[in-house]
Protein backbone atom coordinates (compact mmCIF):
# COMPACT_ATOMS: atom_id res chain seq x y z
CA UNK A 1 0.00 0.00 0.00
CA UNK A 2 1.47 3.52 -0.95
CA UNK A 3 2.20 5.94 1.84
CA UNK A 4 -0.27 9.20 2.32
CA UNK A 5 0.77 12.36 0.70
CA UNK A 6 2.04 14.44 3.69
CA UNK A 7 -1.11 16.85 4.89
CA UNK A 8 1.84 19.88 5.39
CA UNK A 9 4.05 21.37 3.04
CA UNK A 10 7.31 20.33 3.12
CA UNK A 11 10.15 22.65 3.23
CA UNK A 12 12.15 23.23 0.54
CA UNK A 13 15.62 21.30 1.79
CA UNK A 14 13.47 18.00 2.78
CA UNK A 15 12.60 17.57 -0.87
CA UNK A 16 13.97 15.56 -3.35
CA UNK A 17 14.09 17.99 -6.27
CA UNK A 18 16.30 16.06 -8.83
CA UNK A 19 13.21 15.19 -11.00
CA UNK A 20 12.54 19.16 -11.47
CA UNK A 21 16.46 20.60 -12.02
CA UNK A 22 18.32 17.48 -13.15
CA UNK A 23 20.62 17.37 -10.25
CA UNK A 24 22.13 15.06 -10.28
CA UNK A 25 21.16 13.26 -13.07
CA UNK A 26 17.57 12.56 -14.87
CA UNK A 27 15.94 9.35 -14.91
CA UNK A 28 16.68 6.66 -15.70
CA UNK A 29 19.34 7.42 -13.00
CA UNK A 30 18.43 8.83 -9.24
CA UNK A 31 21.54 10.34 -7.65
CA UNK A 32 23.80 7.75 -9.39
CA UNK A 33 21.63 4.97 -8.66
CA UNK A 34 19.91 3.02 -11.76
CA UNK A 35 17.97 -0.13 -11.86
CA UNK A 36 19.59 -3.02 -13.04
CA UNK A 37 22.74 -1.66 -12.01
CA UNK A 38 23.36 -0.63 -8.53
CA UNK A 39 24.09 -3.04 -6.13
CA UNK A 40 22.78 -2.83 -2.21
CA UNK A 41 25.86 -1.30 -1.00
CA UNK A 42 26.08 1.36 -3.34
CA UNK A 43 22.34 2.28 -2.72
CA UNK A 44 22.97 2.41 1.16
CA UNK A 45 25.76 4.60 0.83
CA UNK A 46 23.59 7.01 -1.62
CA UNK A 47 20.83 7.73 0.91
CA UNK A 48 23.37 8.15 3.55
CA UNK A 49 24.76 11.10 2.06
CA UNK A 50 21.54 12.53 0.77
CA UNK A 51 20.05 15.35 3.50
CA UNK A 52 16.09 14.84 2.70
CA UNK A 53 16.44 11.07 3.93
CA UNK A 54 16.21 9.86 7.29
CA UNK A 55 19.32 7.55 7.06
CA UNK A 56 18.54 5.50 10.42
CA UNK A 57 15.35 4.71 9.19
CA UNK A 58 16.83 1.91 6.36
CA UNK A 59 15.78 -1.38 6.52
CA UNK A 60 15.52 -4.61 4.93
CA UNK A 61 13.41 -7.87 4.49
CA UNK A 62 13.92 -11.18 3.07
CA UNK A 63 11.51 -11.35 0.51
CA UNK A 64 10.25 -13.94 -2.77
CA UNK A 65 10.29 -11.81 -5.71
CA UNK A 66 8.10 -13.04 -9.36
CA UNK A 67 10.90 -13.23 -12.18
CA UNK A 68 8.84 -12.33 -15.72
CA UNK A 69 11.67 -14.13 -17.32
CA UNK A 70 11.92 -17.24 -15.36
CA UNK A 71 8.41 -17.51 -14.88
CA UNK A 72 9.20 -18.45 -11.27
CA UNK A 73 9.58 -16.81 -7.79
CA UNK A 74 13.33 -15.90 -6.90
CA UNK A 75 14.92 -15.04 -3.30
CA UNK A 76 15.17 -11.57 -3.34
CA UNK A 77 14.81 -8.40 -0.64
CA UNK A 78 12.69 -5.17 0.05
CA UNK A 79 14.89 -2.13 1.49
CA UNK A 80 12.63 0.76 2.05
CA UNK A 81 13.74 4.03 3.84
CA UNK A 82 11.84 7.08 5.39
CA UNK A 83 12.40 10.94 4.36
CA UNK A 84 13.61 13.31 7.03
CA UNK A 85 10.51 15.37 7.15
CA UNK A 86 7.33 14.36 7.39
CA UNK A 87 8.19 11.81 10.03
CA UNK A 88 7.89 8.25 8.72
CA UNK A 89 6.91 8.78 5.75
CA UNK A 90 8.11 6.77 3.60
CA UNK A 91 10.99 7.70 0.98
CA UNK A 92 11.95 5.08 -1.71
CA UNK A 93 11.75 1.61 -1.70
CA UNK A 94 14.11 -1.07 -3.50
CA UNK A 95 13.06 -4.13 -5.16
CA UNK A 96 16.87 -6.29 -4.98
CA UNK A 97 17.88 -9.36 -6.30
CA UNK A 98 21.84 -11.21 -6.69
CA UNK A 99 22.79 -8.15 -4.90
CA UNK A 100 21.45 -5.32 -7.58
CA UNK A 101 18.13 -3.01 -7.80
CA UNK A 102 15.65 -4.74 -10.48
CA UNK A 103 13.23 -1.54 -9.85
CA UNK A 104 12.70 0.78 -6.61
CA UNK A 105 9.59 3.42 -6.32
CA UNK A 106 10.43 6.85 -5.53
CA UNK A 107 7.23 8.25 -3.02
CA UNK A 108 6.66 12.10 -3.29
CA UNK A 109 6.65 14.25 -0.38
CA UNK A 110 5.72 17.09 -2.42
CA UNK A 111 3.35 18.44 -5.43
CA UNK A 112 4.40 17.01 -8.87
CA UNK A 113 2.05 16.55 -11.24
CA UNK A 114 1.97 14.81 -14.53
CA UNK A 115 1.88 18.34 -16.33
CA UNK A 116 5.08 18.83 -14.71
CA UNK A 117 7.12 16.24 -15.31
CA UNK A 118 6.57 15.96 -18.64
CA UNK A 119 7.87 19.34 -18.76
CA UNK A 120 10.90 18.65 -17.11
CA UNK A 121 11.92 15.70 -19.01
CA UNK A 122 9.53 15.34 -22.24
CA UNK A 123 6.51 13.01 -23.60
CA UNK A 124 5.97 9.76 -22.40
CA UNK A 125 5.84 7.03 -24.58
CA UNK A 126 2.64 5.16 -22.81
CA UNK A 127 -0.58 5.92 -20.99
CA UNK A 128 -1.46 3.27 -18.62
CA UNK A 129 -5.14 2.69 -16.53
CA UNK A 130 -7.00 0.33 -15.06
CA UNK A 131 -9.46 -0.24 -12.41
CA UNK A 132 -7.61 -1.97 -9.63
CA UNK A 133 -10.05 -4.34 -7.46
CA UNK A 134 -9.59 -6.76 -4.35
CA UNK A 135 -7.97 -5.80 -1.18
CA UNK A 136 -7.03 -2.49 -2.47
CA UNK A 137 -9.14 -1.36 -5.03
CA UNK A 138 -8.86 1.73 -6.82
CA UNK A 139 -8.31 3.37 -10.38
CA UNK A 140 -4.22 3.52 -11.01
CA UNK A 141 -3.64 5.99 -13.96
CA UNK A 142 0.10 5.66 -15.32
CA UNK A 143 2.06 7.55 -18.17
CA UNK A 144 5.20 5.55 -19.11
CA UNK A 145 8.86 6.36 -20.55
CA UNK A 146 10.61 3.37 -21.71
CA UNK A 147 14.30 4.73 -22.30
CA UNK A 148 14.30 6.72 -19.39
CA UNK A 149 13.27 3.76 -17.71
CA UNK A 150 10.39 5.09 -15.42
CA UNK A 151 6.46 5.09 -14.77
CA UNK A 152 4.56 8.12 -13.34
CA UNK A 153 1.83 6.68 -10.82
CA UNK A 154 -1.46 8.10 -9.20
CA UNK A 155 -3.74 6.22 -7.85
CA UNK A 156 -7.44 7.54 -6.76
CA UNK A 157 -10.91 5.83 -6.01
CA UNK A 158 -11.98 3.33 -8.01
CA UNK A 159 -13.60 5.43 -11.35
CA UNK A 160 -16.09 4.41 -14.33
CA UNK A 161 -13.50 6.70 -16.34
CA UNK A 162 -10.31 5.53 -15.48
CA UNK A 163 -9.21 6.26 -18.73
CA UNK A 164 -9.81 10.03 -17.91
CA UNK A 165 -6.80 11.25 -16.67
CA UNK A 166 -6.03 15.01 -15.64
CA UNK A 167 -2.86 16.21 -16.48
CA UNK A 168 -2.91 18.64 -13.63
CA UNK A 169 -3.41 15.91 -10.87
CA UNK A 170 -0.61 15.58 -8.34
CA UNK A 171 1.40 12.36 -8.78
CA UNK A 172 1.48 9.51 -5.64
CA UNK A 173 4.60 7.75 -7.20
CA UNK A 174 7.37 7.23 -9.57
CA UNK A 175 8.85 3.79 -10.31
CA UNK A 176 12.23 3.04 -11.43
CA UNK A 177 12.31 0.26 -13.88
CA UNK A 178 15.13 -1.83 -15.28
CA UNK A 179 14.27 -0.78 -19.37
CA UNK A 180 15.44 -4.30 -20.63
CA UNK A 181 12.76 -5.98 -17.98
CA UNK A 182 10.07 -8.13 -19.81
CA UNK A 183 7.13 -6.82 -17.49
CA UNK A 184 7.31 -3.43 -18.46
CA UNK A 185 6.48 -4.02 -22.35
CA UNK A 186 3.65 -2.69 -23.48
CA UNK A 187 0.40 -4.37 -22.62
CA UNK A 188 -2.28 -4.54 -24.92
CA UNK A 189 -4.31 -2.52 -23.28
CA UNK A 190 -1.75 0.78 -23.98
CA UNK A 191 -1.85 3.79 -25.35
CA UNK A 192 0.44 5.36 -27.76
CA UNK A 193 1.58 8.67 -26.00
CA UNK A 194 0.93 9.88 -29.86
CA UNK A 195 -2.58 8.43 -30.31
CA UNK A 196 -4.23 9.51 -26.74
CA UNK A 197 -6.22 12.70 -26.38
CA UNK A 198 -3.71 13.77 -23.72
CA UNK A 199 -0.96 14.66 -26.15
CA UNK A 200 -3.31 16.92 -28.22
Known amino acids: MNPEAPSTEVPPQFIDQSLESGIPCYPPCWYGIEAGE ?3 EEIKETLKSLTFINSDSIRERESQVWD ?7 NGKLLAVDYDKPENHQALGFLIVD ?3 WDFTLYLNYS ?5 LIYNIGSPDYVRFFNQRGLFPGCNQQLIWLEKGIKANRKSAVNEKCDDINLNTNLDSIDYFYNGWQQV ?3 ESDVMWEESILSK
Open 185 to 187: WPL
Open 68 to 74: PVLGDHV
Open 112 to 116: LSFKD
Open 99 to 101: DRV
Open 38 to 40: SDI
